[in-house]
């Protein structure tokens, strides 16, 4: 059983900046940020896969404003989040899929929560 614990949420302002962080307790050949808001379906964020330079892909939404990193070495993932918006208000869950041949998400993280006052 993969553990993944995320921390770095908290309350800041629009136009503030926040970087979230997952540590897994092990190895991944995908790790990914998801976000579920009061009333509203988990929607994906960005994500990160493990092979060569570490592909990434993000959500349109999070494109030019958020930053997906990682290091394999020490199993943890970084969401580098700037210009935040109150829209971005949600709990943020860091996600990993195990093998190469997995098409779900199979670890899931407990959530840190982010809060954007306007």
């Known amino acids: 059983q993969m553990q993944l614990v995320e921390s770095g949420g908290g309350l800041v302002q629009a136009g503030d900046s926040l970087r979230l962080s997952c540590a897994a307790s092990?190895?991944?050949?995908?790790m990914g940020w998801f976000r579920q808001a009061p009333g509203k379906e988990r929607e994906f964020v960005a994500a990160i896969t493990w092979t060569g330079w570490g592909y990434t892909s993000y959500a349109n939404f999070a494109k030019g404003r958020f930053t997906i990193s990682g290091d394999n070495a020490n199993k943890t993932i970084y969401l580098q989040m700037n210009m935040l918006k109150p829209e971005d208000t949600a709990t943020y869950y860091c996600?990993?899929?195990?093998?190469?041949?997995?098409?779900?998400?199979?670890?899931w993280g407990q959530g840190t929560q982010v809060t954007v006052s306007s």
């Open positions: 996600a990993a899929k195990s093998a190469i041949y997995k098409t779900e998400y199979d670890y």
């Open positions: 092990g190895r991944a050949y995908n």
